[in-house]
């Protein structure tokens, strides 16, 4: 009835699952993640148990593989209805699926990911996502990887019963809100007609409002773009002795306080400035 990708970042610091189904609000049910643990998707009879399980095993350095051993030998449920997938801070993710699941259903492993899914098109879901996830190698956010192996499945056929929610759940210490949480990326389609392509929207807006600026990018508030900024922040309501805290009024108020530096500008924000 789903399919998933659990994986981690090249650089071991970003776990995360991104799911989809034809199911209400999905995200609520498969994914479970903790920054520098692992990551688990459980689903097909889902067993939801199987999420702080799996991470305290993860926890206490259970290798990706042996947890999903061990969380299928202490299921007193119907096993082979299960599907379950994990991974850990490092080596090779592992899946299971029962010999009961819907067909089309199966999964495929390899270092730092697992796919699975049940109740699908077909195999090439589970394959095209695979060659998705070791195309996007070069890709350094990891929800944007997983994403584009969500989509790849979902133009496979996906849930061979048709559309509805999808899910993208990634961690990485320091990495949420403010640096004040864990918890990088945390967005739910829970019933639409194209989720996983609401799901890639939402992602674009979650970066622009809650991503750190590339200080690459940044441009030094100084002379005639300062004295714009300054022009447009008034026109705004937001005039001010100190162009930084107008500044930060303004964004703050447009939700873009995650971008703010002193004495610079992300140009998104400027992008969001001129277009206010």
Request: charged share 20%.
């Amino acid at each position: 009835m789903t399919f998933s990708i659990v994986a981690r970042s090249a650089d071991g610091k970003a776990m995360g699952v991104a799911v989809a189904s034809k199911f209400l609000g999905v995200g609520a049910a498969v994914p479970a993640a903790l920054a520098d643990v692992g990551a688990v998707a459980t689903q097909s009879y889902a067993n939801l148990a199987y999420r702080p399980q799996a991470l305290a095993l993860l926890g206490t350095g259970v290798a990706a593989t042996e947890t999903v051993k061990a969380l299928i030998a202490g299921d007193a449920g119907p096993i082979e209805h299960r599907q379950v997938g994990v991974v850990g801070p490092e080596g090779p993710g592992a899946t299971f699926t029962g010999d009961q699941c819907h067909d089309w259903a199966g999964g495929v492993a390899g270092d730092g990911y697992a796919i699975q899914g049940n109740m699908l098109a077909g195999p090439a879901v589970v394959g095209d996502m695979e060659k998705a996830w070791l195309a996007a190698a070069d890709q350094h956010r990891l929800a944007y990887r997983l994403l584009a192996a969500l989509r790849a499945g979902d133009r496979a056929g996906g849930d061979r019963r048709g559309r509805q929610s999808a899910a993208l759940h990634v961690v990485a210490k320091g990495l949420g809100y403010g640096g004040t949480s864990d918890v990088w990326v945390d967005l739910r389609v829970d019933d639409h007609t194209d989720p996983v392509g609401e799901l890639g929207r939402l992602l674009g807006m979650h970066s622009l409002y809650f991503e750190f600026p590339d200080p690459a990018t940044l441009l030094p508030l100084t002379g005639a773009l300062a004295d714009e900024v300054a022009a447009r922040l008034a026109e705004a309501g937001h005039a001010g002795p100190d162009l930084d805290e107008s500044l930060a009024s303004w964004a703050g108020v447009e939700n873009l306080e995650m971008r703010i530096v002193p004495g610079k500008i992300d140009p998104l924000v400027l992008d969001q400035l001129r277009a206010a």
